[in-house]
């Protein structure tokens, strides 16, 4: 059945290929979907996707999405819809860049902040392994998909000793259309030698409706960058999002990541952390809140293939109704990686006797002189801290709220951009709002 789907999803969506690409991306592109189309979609039999079923993906009529979807915004939609964080703001539509609702100005000399429609028609190969490196190292259905079908997306590069100050923000919009659309979203960071920056992603849906957003980010940390690197998820509860965050530390980098995720019918998130160079640093944070029947996934793996590298990783899920929060984080530690120290912590809260949860976390160790640790917990809220605060006269409801506010709220804080932690509070506040937070 997986066959049959897989053959008439792919049918609406042929790559476009044609005199005006670069040989090296006609040929990805060709070489990309000849994957999907023999590979086929993972099934419940793929280990990494044992909870996360593509069939109700593959069982939508999906058209490409095409340009001219912006000419429904305004600048003041955009602005209502991701908030100003006080920098550069980048915005794609349906995949596409929309010079008219973005503002590119304030970046320090030498910073490249581009479409990669206008520059890719031109490129001589420089962009080749960027590009092509998430389908090339480790083939995967909707990451090759991307690499077939995607049109355009940002290209963000640093020079060596570069500090920019204010967030470079990409903001990729969702506008449902007549029939459920598909778009290829891609994002593609560079960042020099000792220079510093903080990227911010916002995945958002302008409008209800039904689509697919396949995402792809590539970043590359070279000797001694710092990185931050924030997403935040609220497409349409009706939607499905899909996406891979990739990431290359060199010698002493530092590499910081805060995902929150609210949205969508259907989402997964994975991320693909290679520690390359000695003394490298990576933190992962997260915070996801299905609700309803909404079912988000998270997958991580840190790589840590050099000596003395360093990684931290905490994610929180509230869970309430009949939603679904999966979580598989993998931390290997390769031959070689001497004196690696790694910690990973999951924990996760359900709201009600029908709220799911499934967490793996996994440790593979292939080294000696190495400090490891992982940990997870499920469990349900505190009732003597419930009863606590209903004896100081709050309401059961209100009592129960309280808590589990507090329970994501030390996600939030780790959010160090202030304006973004601003809006993903009421983001936050307004969901948990909404859940039953059952007794």
């Known amino acids: 059945m997986n066959g049959e789907a897989s053959t008439a999803f792919l049918a609406r969506l042929e790559p476009r290929v044609d005199g005006r690409q670069p040989v090296w991306l006609g040929d990805l592109r060709l070489a990309a979907f000849h994957w999907v189309a023999e590979q086929g979609f993972p099934t419940a039999k793929d280990e990494a996707w044992k909870y996360t079923r593509v069939a109700p993906i ?9 340009p001219g979807a912006s000419r429904q915004l305004s600048a003041a939609n955009v602005e209502q819809l991701c908030g100003d964080l006080g920098g550069p703001r980048m915005v794609f539509v349906n995949g596409y860049f929309a010079a008219e609702l973005s503002a590119l100005k304030g970046l320090p000399p030498g910073v490249q902040l581009g479409s ?41 590069r640093i020079p060596a000793g570069t500090r920019v100050e204010a967030p470079i923000h990409l903001v990729f919009l969702s506008a449902p259309g007549t029939t459920p659309l598909a778009a290829h979203p891609r994002a593609l960071v560079q960042v020099g030698a000792g220079s510093r920056a903080t990227v911010v992603e916002s995945h958002l849906g302008s409008g209800a409706g039904v689509y697919l957003s396949n995402a792809v980010t590539e970043l590359v940390l070279e ?52 520690l390359e160079g000695p003394g490298a640093q990576v933190v ?13 996934d998270n997958q991580t793996c840190i790589e840590h293939l050099a000596p003395r590298c360093t990684s931290r990783e905490l994610y929180k899920g509230v869970i309430d109704g009949c939603g679904h929060g999966v979580f598989d984080g993998r931390i290997i530690v390769r031959p070689g990686a001497l004196k690696t120290d790694a910690s990973q912590t999951i924990k996760t809260l359900l709201l009600s006797a029908s709220a799911q949860a499934n967490t793996q976390p996994r440790l593979e160790i292939f080294a000696d002189q190495v400090k490891c640790a992982h940990g997870a917990a499920v ?61």
């Open 284 to 296: 992962l944070d997260g915070l996801y809140l299905p609700r309803g029947e909404q079912h988000l």
């Open 379 to 439: 469990g349900q809220l505190d009732e003597q801290a419930v009863f606590y605060l209903r004896s100081r006269g709050i309401s059961e409801a209100a009592a129960r709220s309280l808590l589990t506010y507090a329970f994501a709220s030390e996600m939030l804080e780790l959010i160090r951009l202030e304006p973004l932690r601003a809006r993903v509070e009421r983001l936050v506040a307004a969901q948990l709002r909404g859940l039953e937070v059952a007794a």
């Open 223 to 274: 000797a001694g960058a710092t990185l931050e690197h924030y997403k935040l998820q609220d497409e349409s509860t009706s939607a499905f999002h899909v996406a891979l965050l990739g990431v290359r530390q060199a010698e002493d980098s530092r590499f910081v990541a805060h995902s929150s995720a609210l949205g969508a019918a259907l989402a997964r998130q994975e991320v693909r952390v290679l």
């Open 58 to 66: 593959l069982a939508i009529p999906f058209q490409p999405a095409g």
């Open 116 to 156: 990669l429609a206008a520059l890719l028609p031109a490129d001589s190969g420089a962009l080749e392994d960027l590009f092509a490196r998430a389908f090339r190292s480790q083939p995967q259905a909707f990451t090759a998909l991307n690499a077939a079908l995607a049109e355009d997306g940002a290209l963000v």
